[in-house]
């Protein structure tokens, strides 16, 4: 039986250890009087309690395939349904799971929702993806059917909820049009905290200590992220820049990492392009220090205009000078902290690129005000609060007298869009 107010995750589409905002969201819980349980997908067999945790405990289970075709996604999506639910109520009957978060994609456990609502639980949707419209940006041409299929799973996820954390207002205003109390969602924007970013002690330094300048990628390596135009900036930059003085650096894994790979060789930039694989959160502060300019390749579709890409806080948060096609949220995040291109293609990310490179004075300004922004708005610090308070609320009668008081959200701290150059 769980002794303190104690909030149940799943998670279905990473392994705990490697979703860095479950991680800081239970890290958060833990600081504020709660217990966590994570289940989701297994990852490193060796883990029993989350890294850098207190004791938040991992369930993790075990994952049968992953498909590229609807039907593989179909079979994908219902073990894992079987998996979380034989879980969950697992830790029901054993007294936990006073609350419980689901974090999307897949938007298929509105069901369990019911479930737990009809038994007083509260169930609090962490809105990551919008599943439609990153269906529609990995195919090309969707499937009407299939479209309106995830559209419809998507307002039942949304409508079954009792609260809703958004990402940011362009998640929060689709959850109203979807017909959810504003009231009820609150955004809780992607980002490091202070503590994840080590102290360089330089905070001017725009040139590489080695001479050579690192243009750098982070994140995953899906269909939907087009990782293949950093690959083909990179073919385009070597005929602007020769071969030496830089490099690009694409750091971590996913479905087209073969893909990318055998598309770095063929187009003879083993050289000038290295694939780190997935990388903790240590050695991602390190290589992001290390880089002079990063690049978000996502293209201008309707999810990249709504969605914050986690990725594009980790630079701002070190000061890189970010490269990106201009987009809605990716703009409200970085102000003037980002260089931007129309239509995302390799030539004009390589061309922005290479100005960059041979600018080191907008490159400090860049630097500067992006470290400004992101301690004064963006890091974790400034969005704790807003997604603790959640649980506070849901579960005021379960905590300590001490532990009831609400914090208010800092300014930008729960909308943080309405400071933002939107």
């Known amino acids: 039986m ?14 705990a250890e490697r979703d860095r905002r479950v991680i800081r969201e239970c890290l958060t819980l833990e600081a504020k009087g709660f217990d966590v349980t994570v289940i989701a997908p297994r990852g490193d067999r060796s883990l029993r309690t989350l890294p850098g945790s207190r004791n938040t405990r991992l369930k993790p289970y075990p994952v049968v395939v ?54 007083g639980r ?40 009792t609260e809703v954390v958004a990402t940011n207002q362009s998640f929060k205003d689709n959850a109203a049009r979807r017909g959810v109390n504003p009231d009820k969602v609150t955004v809780v924007r992607n980002g490091p905290a202070t503590a994840e970013i080590a102290a360089t002690g330089d905070d001017d330094g725009v040139e590489p200590a080695d001479g050579v300048h690192k243009v750098v990628y982070l994140g995953v390596f899906g269909p939907q992220d087009n990782v293949e135009g950093a690959v083909l900036a990179a073919e385009e930059l070597t005929r602007r820049r020769g071969r030496t003085g830089w490099r690009m650096i694409l750091a971590g894994d996913g479905e087209s990492m073969p893909a990318l790979r055998k598309l770095a060789t063929e187009r003879g930039l083993d050289d000038v392009v290295t694939f780190t694989g997935w990388l903790d959160g240590a050695a991602v502060d390190e290589i992001l220090r290390e880089a002079t300019v990063a690049i978000q390749p996502d293209l201008p579709t309707r999810m990249n205009h709504l969605s914050t890409m986690a990725k594009t806080v980790e630079y701002v948060g070190r000061g890189v000078p970010v ?40 490159r400090r300004q860049m630097r500067k005000l992006g470290r400004e922004r992101f301690l004064s708005l963006l890091s974790w610090e400034h969005q704790a609060g807003a997604y603790a308070a959640v649980f506070q609320r849901l579960l005021a009668r379960r905590l300590p007298a001490a532990s009831v008081r609400i914090p208010a959200p800092r300014s930008g701290a729960h909308d943080s869009t309405t400071t933002a150059d939107k």
Do not use: M
């Not at 995750?9 to 990473?14: G, T, V």
């Open 66 to 119: 992953y498909g590229g075709g609807v039907f593989s996604f179909a079979f994908e999506f219902g073990w894992s349904f079987l998996c979380i639910a034989i879980r969950l109520i697992g830790e029901v009957f054993a007294g936990r799971a006073h609350a419980v978060q689901v974090c999307n994609p897949p938007d298929v456990y509105w069901p369990l929702a019911l479930l737990l609502r009809a038994i």
């Open 2 to 15: 769980a002794r303190n107010p104690h909030v149940t995750i799943l998670i279905a589409n990473l392994p």
């Open 323 to 362: 490269v990106a096609a201009d987009l809605t949220e990716t703009r409200a995040t970085l102000g003037e902290a980002g260089a931007y291109v129309p239509n995302g293609t390799p030539a004009e990310f390589a061309e922005a690129i290479d100005a960059l490179l041979d600018d080191p004075d907008r």
């Open 122 to 161: 509260p169930w609090v949707f962490d809105h990551h993806d919008l599943c439609p419209e990153v269906y529609a940006a990995r195919v090309g041409t969707p499937n009407k059917w299939v479209f309106r299929t995830l559209s419809v799973l998507e307002w039942l996820t949304l409508r079954t909820a």
